[in-house]
């Protein structure tokens, strides 16, 4: 059987960029770019070029793709040529090969939101795509609201792309604008277009997830035959998002009937976790742990009978090798755990027990005394390891902290501003030799970061023969919770932390005092991080 090319279109630099509360800069969404064409996409959409600064510096400098480099703009306005809309002109200096223009497709905005008439609108859409044409660019028209376009009036909504594939379209695009169509409306929508003939190989597909059904209506067009998908890395977009490559692509690539019938040309599937969690670090915010595919628990197994299932034979509780897309197996500790899950876990981490060892028993017990008192390991499994290393004697000894102290200062600076300031001191001792660091937690722009930022500065900043090792480690996401209640009430803080290398670990520490708990989870970060790079203690 012959397989069909389906041709991916990523918006997240776009479409993406509407989410609240991401805003790229020009630097950052060139890093993404990057990224999108190593993972192997056709079509990356840059932003709209001269609706703000940071778009029109991207496409200033944007960097080379083998992807091909795409301009969003909208459709020239009414009582004008194509040739004098200065909006339609901003968009072709950008200078991208192809250029991609949204245009109505409803009868409601086009009378209400355009205020033209029906045959004006069509007139916008043809003569916009045949100005693109005859600049030598690719076309793609993005047919905004076009279910509920079609819904009301199915014919004006083709019309629409027949009027933009006539004037030289490569592709037309049915959005799903507000998000509220269903994946069996989506797949009869799109069915009825193509038999009305508009060609699969030239309609696109384009959702949003306000039903939580982006995906499902993605899949729901491509099972129509729509051969051009649009979505976001990790489902980045307005409102409640767009439909997430990071779940379409490895679905595509590894699920049938798409694996066998369907040709896309994306080469870097094992990438995927990496990408998906760099662009939660560039947004400064933690990756969605039950994210399909790349979240860090889609392949976590708590239950004692699913891990030991697991330990015979990966396939009874996985649908997919983790490996595939670049994320591993978890074997979580919590105190639902059997023995089962703790040799599991310690084969993972490398740490070979007989199974009649009778330090597994004390394990288990300490496990669950701990988190009767407060831990959780289950979500922390980088302090795991260590309790159990220590517990089984394998444990290495790299420095020792004596102290450490951290104030915190409510001050008027010298603008007459009200500020707080964290200072920390840490003493380590590390083979008879004593180290102390002192650091402040102000950052670039003279905002305090608080007294945990302080203690990690200070504890990172000079561990003498050890530092090498962690210059590359930050942290990227801090979670408290109180556990317990009045007089014993406990801080639990979980701390997740990465490297260079793309690894990702957490850590677990618990104390009536916050500052104290976090710092409890900071050491084990580092001590962690040290084994994991086979670090020899001085």
């Not at 950052?28 to 001269?50: C, S, T």
């Not at 009869?188 to 949003?208: F, K, N, Q, S």
């Not at 930022?453 to 023969?465: C, E, F, T, V, Y």
């Amino acid at each position: 059987m012959t397989r069909q090319r389906l041709y991916l279109y990523d918006t997240t630099l776009r479409d993406g960029q509407q989410t609240q509360g991401v805003q790229f800069s020009a630097a950052e969404k060139a890093e993404i770019a990057q990224m999108l064409d190593q993972l192997g996409v056709d079509y990356i959409e840059g932003g709209w070029p001269g609706a703000n600064p940071t778009d029109s510096d991207f496409f200033a400098a944007a960097p080379a793709t083998r992807a091909t480099m795409t301009a969003f703009g909208m459709t020239k306005r009414a009582g004008r040529s194509a040739g004098n809309d200065e909006v339609l002109a901003g968009v072709l200096n950008a200078g991208t090969p192809a250029v991609c223009l949204v245009g109505k497709t409803h009868l409601f905005h086009v009378r209400e939101a355009l205020g033209i008439t029906l045959e004006e609108n069509l007139e916008n859409i043809r003569a916009s795509v045949a100005h693109l044409v005859a600049q030598g660019r690719e076309a793609l028209f993005d047919a905004e609201h076009f279910f509920d376009g079609f819904a009301e009036d199915p014919d004006y909504a083709t019309a629409c792309l027949r009027a933009a594939l006539e004037a030289g379209a490569r592709w037309v695009v049915l959005c799903d604008t507000n998000g509220g169509t269903l994946p069996a409306e989506v797949g009869r929508i799109t069915a009825a277009v193509i038999a009305a003939g508009i060609p699969g190989d030239r309609l696109g597909i384009h959702t949003h997830d306000d039903t939580g059904n982006a995906v499902a209506c993605t899949l729901a067009a491509v099972d129509a035959g729509a051969r051009q998908i649009q979505g976001t890395l990790n489902g980045l977009g307005e409102r409640c998002g767009n439909a997430s490559l990071t779940s379409l692509i490895p679905t595509l690539l590894l699920k049938e009937p798409y694996r066998s019938t369907l040709d896309i040309g994306v080469a870097g599937l094992g990438e995927l976790t990496r990408i998906s969690r760099r662009l939660d670090e560039i947004l400064n915010r933690a990756p969605l742990r039950a994210a399909p595919y790349v979240g860090a628990s889609a392949f976590a197994h708590k239950a004692g009978l699913h891990a030991s299932a697991i330990l015979k034979n990966p396939a009874t509780y996985e649908h997919v090798d983790p490996a595939t897309v670049g994320n591993e197996r978890v074997i979580p500790m919590s105190n639902q755990a059997g023995q089962s899950n703790l040799r599991a876990r310690l084969a993972e981490a490398g740490i070979a027990v007989g199974r009649d060892d009778p330090a597994l028993a004390r394990i288990l017990d300490l496990v669950k005394a701990r988190e009767d008192a407060g831990y959780a390991y289950d979500g922390a499994q980088a302090s795991f390891e260590l309790l159990a290393r220590e517990e089984l004697g394998r444990m290495r000894h790299f420095f020792d902290v004596e102290r450490y102290r951290v104030i915190v200062e409510r001050r008027t600076n010298a603008l007459g501003q009200r500020i707080s300031v964290s200072e920390a001191v840490v003493v380590v001792g590390i083979g008879g030799a004593r180290m102390l660091s002192v650091s402040e937690s102000m950052d670039g722009e003279g905002h305090d970061r608080g007294p945990v930022n302080a203690l990690w500065r200070a504890l990172a900043k000079d561990l003498g023969p050890y530092q090498a090792a962690i210059d590359d480690m930050h942290l990227v996401d801090f979670r408290v919770r109180i556990t317990g209640g009045g007089t014993e009430a406990a801080t639990r803080v979980i701390i997740d932390s990465a490297d260079g290398q793309g690894n990702r670990w957490s850590t677990v520490g618990v104390s009536p005092n916050i500052v104290d708990a976090s710092f409890e989870a900071l050491v084990d970060a580092i001590r962690w991080k040290l084994i994991r790079d086979g670090v020899v203690p001085a």
